[in-house]
């Protein structure tokens, strides 16, 4: 299987800012890489696919890129409305695999 | 707008079958879209569980191969997920959803545990 891995953990920015999350997969996944959001309780909401296209009504202050095996996610001002855990997962193969998920905090 | 809505029993005694069913509003689940099983242990990430095309094909996960069947009910609009030999490890929200590109539109979740 493909492990992905998100980094950081945990991260806490006040609203305004540029926040950066970080997702590396084992082996190359090509540009097959979506990005979701999840709210505690809820279930996860889809941002991003193929590593760089976003996904109809999510706000553009939302951005991700890369390809093969590192790429991020980008929110360019921070919002309130967007903390949560993002999860980042491959496609390209079976099993699709998550990243253990970061955490974001508003300060 | 497509709406999936997860439905079975939220406790399951240990060794006995999950059966869980999703059904889908506002889309034909014989359009060309896979249809998906997700799960989260509580404070956990997220798990593939599995996916169905509506000729019936199927894609699992090879950790869970050898206990899940995942299956359409056209007449009805819905798919399903049997899950067997169930232990606490498998405690956890099962979400249904969609892909169209990624998960695209997923059910609230059900949570289902497994205790005598």
């Known amino acids: 299987d493909i492990q992905m891995t998100q980094s950081p953990s945990t991260l806490s920015a006040s609203v305004g800012d540029s926040v950066t999350i970080t997702c590396r997969a084992s082996?190359?996944?090509?540009?097959?890489l979506a990005w979701y959001q999840q709210k505690p309780g809820k279930a996860p909401k889809f941002l991003i696919y193929?590593?760089?296209s976003l996904q109809r009504g999510v706000p553009s202050r939302f951005s991700g890129s890369g390809s093969g095996t590192e790429f991020t996610l980008t929110i360019s001002s921070l919002q309130p409305d967007d903390f949560g855990t993002y999860y980042c997962?491959?496609?390209?193969?079976?099993?699709?695999?998550f990243g253990q998920g970061t955490r974001v905090e508003i300060k | 707008q497509v709406q999936l809505q997860e439905s079975g029993p939220g406790l399951v005694k240990p060794s006995g079958t999950l059966s869980l069913t999703c059904a889908v509003s506002?889309?034909?689940?014989?359009?060309?879209?896979?249809w998906s099983w997700v799960r989260q242990v509580p404070g956990k990430g997220l798990e593939w569980i599995g996916e169905?095309?509506?000729?019936?094909?199927?894609n699992y996960n090879p950790s869970l191969k050898r206990r899940i069947t995942i299956s359409v009910d056209k007449s009805n609009n819905q798919f399903s997920l049997k899950l067997t030999s169930m232990t606490a490890a498998d405690t956890a929200v099962y979400y249904c959803?969609?892909?169209?590109?990624?998960?695209?539109?997923w059910g609230q979740g059900t949570t289902v545990t497994v205790s005598s």
């Open positions: 506002g889309a034909s689940i014989i359009s060309s879209d896979w």
């Open positions: 997962q491959h496609y390209n193969g079976y099993p699709y695999t």
């Open positions: 169905i095309y509506h000729y019936g094909t199927t």
């Open positions: 193929k590593a760089s």
């Open positions: 082996q190359s996944v090509s540009n097959l």
């Open positions: 959803a969609r892909w169209g590109g990624g998960l695209d539109v």
